[in-house]
């Protein structure tokens, strides 16, 4: 039996529905690569927590980090094969249980399942922000939210936060709930690790990249709206504006002006997939990336940029400035007259104000795996020395 066990039902959900790896993905692969030699497979289906021999984790841990044809194929027999042996187990033997989704913990059954184990559940928190900010949510996703982080909260044996402002977030909320606050630690992500960039940019005039879902909180709008007054003003003169991410929840008046806005035609491109190639290319030519939102607790795509020597312009957030310290330009997102002062700066072939921000970068020093699993590991040997 392995020390660890490794939930990966969101992982095989993304494979099985050929979903692209959103960010919070593409940390749960990071964990499967790092503990997969020590672990073994949980999956949780048609109500039962299924736990794979090692042999049969291999395989799917294989799937996962190198693909497979066949994927389907190879995760239903898996499936089929261990589904009987796991009805009624009651997981009696005292492991670390990693769920770095985390899919299922806002549900009753998933505490239920932790309360009748003697896994220690270390939970990643991604952020808090359905309940700091309810609005750019779907309705409902605030009490799963914080019926999740309760889970996280009371049955976690330890916390790993993505950053210090989502750990204090994280302690306050904890504080002024009355709920008990597992031991934890603070560990960075590094750059998503994109592909080489081809040499050539992907068009042949000035661009701007904005990345990621688009939904309200990311406040493609107010990029958007800018983008048609610089073309009213200077027409053929105008950078483009290239939208990469897939189509979120309630951006129906985004999707309005990126379908139905003609003035925008030619010059804000939309791609709602693309392979890591092409995006580390339409990153590393870029102006400048984009990140006007309006809340965030992370921004892996601004290590990304910084990491590929690629200027930012972002919102003034607490998360951003801890990663980036003083190398982008920060601007409130609701200062429109900014964010186009330095959107007609950033795209002059010989801006100072963008060469002044790359030679800041030259001092940029990026997260990596190696730290962060450094302090995760260290919050494992805490929780071993507890018991």
């Known amino acids: 039996m392995r020390e660890n066990l490794i939930d990966v ?47 049969d984790s291999e395989k799917i841990i294989a799937v996962l980090l190198a693909g497979a044809d066949n994927v389907n194929a190879v995760i239903r027999r898996v499936v089929v094969g261990s589904l009987m042996k796991s009805i009624g187990r009651s997981f009696s033997t005292p492991r670390f249980l990693f769920n770095t989704g985390p899919s299922g913990v806002a549900e009753t059954d998933y505490a239920r399942r932790l309360q009748g184990s003697a896994l220690k559940q270390v ?10 900010h309810p609005e750019y ?8 939210h914080q019926n999740r982080v309760k889970t996280m909260l009371t049955l976690g044996h330890g916390v790993i936060a993505h950053s210090d402002a989502t ?25 998503a690790g994109l592909s080489v960039a081809n040499a050539t940019a992907p068009i042949d005039v000035p661009y701007f990249l904005v990345l990621g879902t688009i939904e309200p909180r990311k406040n493609h709008s107010l990029l958007l709206l800018l983008w048609r007054q610089l073309i009213e003003r200077f027409g053929a003169y105008t950078p483009r504006l290239v939208v990469i991410g897939q189509r979120g929840e309630n951006c129906e008046n ?46 892996m795509s601004l290590v990304d940029a910084l990491s590929l020597g690629v200027p930012v312009i972002a919102s003034d957030l607490p998360a951003f400035r801890e990663i980036a310290g003083d190398v982008p330009e920060y601007v ?21 104000v963008r060469a002044a921000q790359c030679k ?5 020093v990026a997260p990596t795996w190696a730290a962060h699993f450094d302090q995760v590991e260290v919050l494992m040997e805490r929780l071993r020395a507890a018991k």
Request: hydrophobic residues 40%.
């Open 254 to 299: 985004i999707v309005d002006l990126l379908e139905r806005c003609e003035t925008l035609n030619g010059f804000v491109f939309e791609y709602s997939t693309c392979s890591d190639t092409e995006l580390a290319t339409w990153l590393q030519h870029a102006r400048a990336l984009l990140l006007p939102s309006f809340a965030e607790d992370y921004g």
């Open 123 to 132: 939970f990643f928190l991604h952020d808090l922000i359905p309940i700091t």
């Open 9 to 55: 039902t969101r992982l095989l959900d993304c494979r099985m529905q050929e979903r692209l790896p959103t960010g919070i993905d593409r940390v749960s692969l990071e964990y499967v690569r790092h503990f997969g030699d020590r672990s073994t497979v949980l999956l949780r289906f048609a109500g039962q927590w299924i736990e794979l021999s090692i042999a």
């Open 167 to 191: 750990h204090v977030e994280l302690v306050a909320y904890a504080s002024k709930n009355n709920l008990p606050m597992p031991p934890s630690t603070v560990a960075l992500l590094p750059a």
């Open 360 to 364: 800041k970068m030259l001092n940029f």
């Open 137 to 144: 949510c779907r309705p409902g996703e605030s009490l799963r």
């Open 332 to 352: 409130d997102p609701l200062d429109g007259k900014r964010w186009s002062e330095l959107v007609l700066a950033y795209s002059q072939s010989d801006s100072p």
